[in-house]
């Protein structure tokens, strides 16, 4: 599943229902039956673990790994309102089939609610760098220390010295000072999980603006016009900054929190919580800031450090690698159905029991086999897994066939490069390979694919219809017009058909559909973030 965020709605298959009596409690489900999803933090396989109950809180399942990874912290945040309804079930005593609909409303935050937020958050920061910044001293002037104890407090005040140094023109232009409020000692998860709630409302008041400006685009009356221009530019830019300030944040804590793992929940002279309720070494600067017990985390053969690796050594965008980890719990599945087993291959014990699973699934070709895409793009996941895992499976070597052809490509991969929208240019020989919209991703072969499924995909949903209605007959650059109704088929030189009575131009180069694609996505104020296309560029020696 290659997904960041939680969808609207999304339709799900629970997992684990044949497991702990959960089976006779599918027997009484009925359609359109409403159900509740509770986030299992103590569950000892799974931490994002999240099950699924009726309203008597009866148990029927788990939201499958991929999933839950998304929705348990969603549900932490308390910033979502979720309905769960049943879609389809099928009652059977060895396994019960439930399909569940899930309905997400986010609690969106005014304005000033997020700008009083921000500056909540600086205040705070402001106060902890005061009083650490003194305890410190107070620490290395004392008779006598302890070296783990001054190096713990070190490290407290660089950390957030460091956020205070990013919050200085914020400070200023507010002329925040330190006040007589306590200062709030987050441990580093928390602070990280307020800095992406705050994050994540930024880029919900980005898109707001950016859907006021389409709006506002079309003011007949020029002084009116260029005052709400002014007035959204201004609130962009702030927004904007405010936007940077928090990645800055997010990365200053990444890289400066260097964590030993130790607990230390109070600070060895003032018995009050340290900034983050752990305990820090000194890393040298020409060190890696990781220690010996993330070392061995990274080893493991978990979702998340297959996706690290993906896009580390894996050399693979990240559009890809959440695509690789999709087709695995695909495989997951099948394997599941196919030998009646409950074992995966993100998350085996070891890389043996991994290696086990994947010979039984390959031996058992016609169970992946059900087109030819699907085979090939299981068997490319599967090859990158054992290359992660340090295991070779033999099935998975494909025979290398001669080419006739005098052209011999090098040994090189794919070059995979996300499109920038800004530079359309640099991608004449560029030929894409897929593209992300809201989190689904698809596969396209050319450019004209590319642009039609966009398109199709924007009309079928209510949210962009009628936005794309109103373009017909109106260029969305150039002269030419790029849209028509069955009346004005005649004004496009290849009309394409993409829903009743909406036809678009055809007859576009690349360059020309990745500015008409940018242009769409202005129009129905969708951000880079939520749609994304990977090309690749075959390298090739030719030999005469």
Avoid at 279 to 299: F, G, K, M, N, R
Avoid at 320 to 339: R, V
Avoid at 449 to 474: A, D
């Amino acid at each position: 599943m290659n997904k960041n965020e939680i969808q609207p709605i999304e339709e799900i298959e629970i997992v684990d229902t044949q497991y702990n009596g959960r089976a006779n409690n599918h027997r009484n489900l009925v359609l359109h039956q409403e159900l509740l999803m509770k986030h299992m933090k103590n569950n000892f396989y799974d931490q994002n673990a999240v099950m699924i109950f009726t309203s008597d809180l009866k148990e029927l399942g788990f939201l499958p790994k991929g999933y839950a990874s998304i929705y348990a912290p969603a549900i932490d945040s308390n910033r979502y309102a979720f309905t769960v309804k049943v879609i389809k079930t099928e009652y059977e005593a060895k396994r019960p089939i439930l399909i569940v609909e899930i309905i997400s409303e986010f609690n969106h935050r005014s304005e000033e609610e997020i700008e009083r937020a921000i500056l909540e958050f600086v205040q705070n920061v402001v106060n902890g760098y005061e009083k650490l910044k003194k305890e410190y001293l107070d620490f290395i002037c004392a008779e006598s220390v302890v070296l783990d104890e001054v190096i713990a407090s070190l490290n407290q005040i660089r950390l957030i010295g460091k956020i205070y140094s990013l919050s200085e023109n914020i400070i200023k232009q507010h002329q925040i000072q330190q006040n007589h409020g306590a200062f709030i000692a987050y441990t580093k998860e928390e602070l990280i999980q307020i800095i992406d709630e705050i994050k994540l409302d930024i880029s919900d008041i980005l898109k707001k603006i950016q859907k006021t400006y389409n709006e506002f685009f079309n003011i007949a009356d020029k002084e009116e016009y260029f005052r709400v221009q002014c007035e959204i530019y201004e609130k962009r830019n702030k927004f904007c900054f405010y936007d940077e300030l928090f990645s800055a944040y997010r990365e200053a804590i990444e890289h400066y929190a260097v964590i030993d793992f130790v607990s230390a929940n109070s600070s060895p002279q003032t018995n009050e919580p340290n900034f983050y309720s752990t305990e820090y070494e000194i890393a040298e600067e020409d060190e890696p800031l990781i220690s010996e017990t993330a070392v061995e985390q990274v080893s493991d053969l978990t979702e998340k450090t297959f996706f690290s690796w993906l896009i580390s050594d894996g050399k693979v965008a990240e559009v890809t690698a959440g695509q690789y980890i999709s087709n695995i719990h695909s495989l997951e599945k099948i394997y599941q159905n196919t030998f009646g087993i409950s074992e995966n291959i993100l998350g085996a014990n070891s890389a043996e029991e991994a290696k086990s699973i994947i010979e039984k699934l390959v031996v058992r070709n016609e169970y992946i086999n059900a087109n030819k895409r699907r085979h090939n793009s299981f068997r490319a996941a599967l090859t990158k897994f054992t290359l992660f895992a340090g295991i070779i499976v033999d099935e998975l070597n494909f025979p290398k066939k001669k080419r006739r052809s005098q052209v011999s490509y090098n040994t090189e991969p794919n070059v995979i490069k996300i499109v920038n929208f800004e530079t359309p240019d640099e991608y004449v020989y560029h030929k894409p390979c897929s593209f992300t919209l809201n989190g689904e991703y698809y596969h396209v072969k050319n450019w004209k694919k590319l642009y039609k499924t966009f398109l199709k995909l924007l009309y079928q949903n209510s949210t962009y219809t009628e936005l794309l209605k109103k373009m017909i007959g109106k260029p969305l650059c150039g002269r030419q017009i790029d849209f028509a109704d069955q009346n004005d088929t005649f004004k496009l030189r290849e009309p394409i058909r993409i829903g009743f009575d909406f036809f678009a131009e055809g007859n576009l180069s690349g360059i020309q559909i990745i500015r008409n694609i940018k242009h769409i996505m202005e129009l129905c104020s969708i951000d880079d973030e939520h749609m994304k296309i990977e090309c690749y560029l075959k390298q090739k020696n030719c030999s005469l």
